[in-house]
């Protein structure tokens, strides 16, 4: 394995390293790895740099990456709204993995606003062919708003009793105020990082595009979000009647914290990654068979 520390970018303004195999050649997807919120790109506790080192082993490139004004990266020359620099650091990031490798093919992994970030790019690049996100989105069923109320009736039940009873006024004063549309119908909107969720159609259609074209999306939900994802078959209950369901992994790990913090938790969903691409990708010449006729 060969680690590169590169710029790259319109103004070379991008800094990434590259993780590249000892044999290039094996594999036609490669890895894209940005920060999670404002960490550095070597993401929590390292993770992004174990993530490559252990993909490289097996073959597959990656390019890890802070985006423009964050961690080693300059401030874009002419800078864009927020989501469209997103938007181009990602791509300038797969262009200069293509001209590097020779890949068209791009799987991003990302962690919480990550997990956002690859979500939003997939919609308009289709050279994203995968998506691995971790606690990024979560949508309530009724099962799991059921879990959250008696979460917190056993944390304080007086406490909850009140908010209960507080309750048909906040939903009167919601109304009256026009609040954004609801994520599942009757609660308002979760704001992750000054982005509203989008609601569940609008999510869905966002993984029917990229299904359509032969994507394949790795879904992770641990410990640390348990109020909004708690558990196993919670996406499945929201979306399983949807066609691209049935093509999308979702796994749910409780026992494991939202920043990856043991190593026992790193090494389980590296595994975890490594596996879910050598199935749904493999070798190169079976890259052709995952896209649906």
């Not at 997939?122 to 309530?140: F, I, K, N, S, T």
């Not at 009167?172 to 569940?200: K, N, V, W």
């Not at 691409?277 to 995952?290: I, L, R, T």
Request: with cysteine; charged share 25%; aromatic share 10%.
């Amino acid at each position: 394995m060969n680690e590169i520390a590169v710029s790259f970018g319109p103004a070379k303004h991008l800094s990434g390293t590259l993780a590249l195999p000892d044999e290039l050649g094996q594999r036609d997807v490669g890895f894209l790895m940005l920060n999670a919120g404002v960490i550095h790109r070597i993401g929590p506790h390292r993770f992004n740099v174990k993530l490559a080192r252990q993909l490289a082993s097996q073959g597959w490139p990656s390019l890890r990456f802070d985006l423009a004004g964050q961690g080693d990266s300059d401030n874009a020359p002419q800078a864009q709204p927020f989501d469209r620099q997103i938007v181009a650091d990602l791509r300038a990031a797969m262009d200069h993995l293509e001209r590097t490798t020779g890949l068209k093919r791009f799987v991003i992994a990302g962690i919480c606003s990550g997990a956002h970030r690859g979500l939003a790019v997939a919609q308009e690049d289709e050279r994203v062919m995968g998506l691995w996100m971790l606690d990024g989105y979560a949508y309530p069923s009724g099962r799991s708003r059921l879990q959250r109320y008696l979460l917190q009736w056993r944390r304080d039940p007086a406490a909850t009793l009140r908010a209960w009873a507080a309750w048909p006024l906040r939903f009167l004063a919601t109304r009256l105020s026009r609040p954004a549309p609801a994520a599942d119908g009757g609660e308002p909107l979760e704001i992750d990082y000054g982005h509203s969720t989008p609601a569940p159609d609008d999510f869905a259609a966002m993984l029917d595009k990229l299904d359509r074209r032969g994507g394949r999306v790795f879904l992770m939900h641990t410990g640390g979000m348990l109020w909004r994802y708690s558990y196993a078959q919670q996406f499945h209950d929201v979306f399983g009647d949807r066609p691209f369901a049935a093509r999308v992994r979702c796994d749910f790990l409780p026992d494991i914290d939202h920043t990856l913090t043991t190593l026992s938790a790193q090494r389980r969903v590296i595994d975890a990654i490594a596996g879910w691409a050598g199935e749904v990708f493999g070798p190169q010449d079976a890259a052709s068979k995952q896209k649906p006729a």
